[in-house]
């Protein structure tokens, strides 16, 4: 009797059962307990309703540094977009030496700790660090900038420490595009500038999206950027939740700060999904 073949295509949804009780355990399982806290009126557990929610909605700082933390992800990614788009571009043209190299720069920020890329730029943006030495012996300045603790070096470390989640999709995007394409624009008569505005940017939307959607998650919760470039001076949701839940001891606020955090950028991440898709149907048609 011949041996009964097993389609290799399909398997047991039983398999999967261990990542699905990882999940519930190490994700759902936290989340409820954090949704079930932000209800507690008060923080020793004695009331419950939407107190947390109305004061946080309520208070106009609050609001305020909901707003300064999702208007800086809009800067930082905005800024990484600009400095990593010329470089997903040149990979593409280059040879294929340079093109290992490229790479390794790319990838070289992710091989080293966030801590110490942000304790790098706290040394660059110091008043007697490397940008303030480099204009005062070019007698551009004569007394350091404010560079640290400034909105203007929390995106620019924000972008240079973001800078792989966008440039590695924009080079994926870039390497599926048909190189033919922008030979027959040119063969049309399409200069270099309309070949790049009405064939290869659009055709790298998927990976415009994808890079920015990253990008923007992970500058706005970045903790450790934030506090240490920032410092005391300016405050963020991440920062906003520490003190919170660490300094202030009141947990059922931070729980209530942690679930409208989660909801505006999951807003934001629907907004980004949105467009990927009509950005794949741009491209498909």
Do not use: E
Request: proline letters at 5%; charged letters at 10%.
């Amino acid at each position: 009797m011949a041996a009964t073949l097993r389609n290799v295509t399909t398997y047991d949804l039983r398999l999967a059962a261990p990542l699905a009780l990882g999940f519930v355990v190490f994700f759902i399982t936290p989340l409820v307990i954090l949704l079930a806290l932000s209800f507690q009126a008060d923080p020793q557990g004695t009331h419950y309703g939407l107190t947390q929610y109305v004061n946080f909605l309520g208070d106009r700082f609050s609001l305020g540094v909901l707003g300064s933390t999702l208007w800086l992800g809009v800067k930082v990614t905005l800024l990484t977009l600009l400095l990593g788009y010329p470089v997903a571009w040149l990979h593409q043209r280059a040879p294929s030496w340079a093109k290992g190299i490229i790479m390794l720069l790319v990838l070289l920020p992710l091989l080293t700790s966030v801590v110490v890329r942000t304790f790098a730029w706290v040394v660059i943006l110091g008043r007697q660090g490397i940008v303030n030495a480099a204009l005062a012996s070019l007698g551009l300045i004569d007394t350091p900038l404010k560079l640290l603790y400034t909105d203007t070096g929390v995106v620019m470390a924000l972008a240079q420490v973001q800078m792989p989640l966008m440039v590695l999709p924009l080079i994926t995007a870039l390497g599926r595009i048909d190189p033919n394409l922008a030979d027959a624009s040119s063969v049309l008569g399409a200069g270099h500038w309309r070949t790049f505005r009405k064939v290869t940017l659009p055709l790298s939307l998927p990976g415009i999206i994808a890079g920015c959607l990253l990008t923007y998650a992970a500058a706005i919760t970045a903790f450790i950027t934030q506090s240490l470039i920032g410092g005391g001076q300016m405050l963020f949701m991440p920062m906003y939740i520490y003190q919170q839940a660490s300094t202030l001891q009141n947990w059922p606020f931070a729980a209530a700060i942690s679930i409208v955090f989660l909801v505006a950028v999951l807003v934001v991440v629907s907004i980004f999904n949105v467009l990927g898709r009509l950005s794949r149907g741009y491209t498909n048609a």
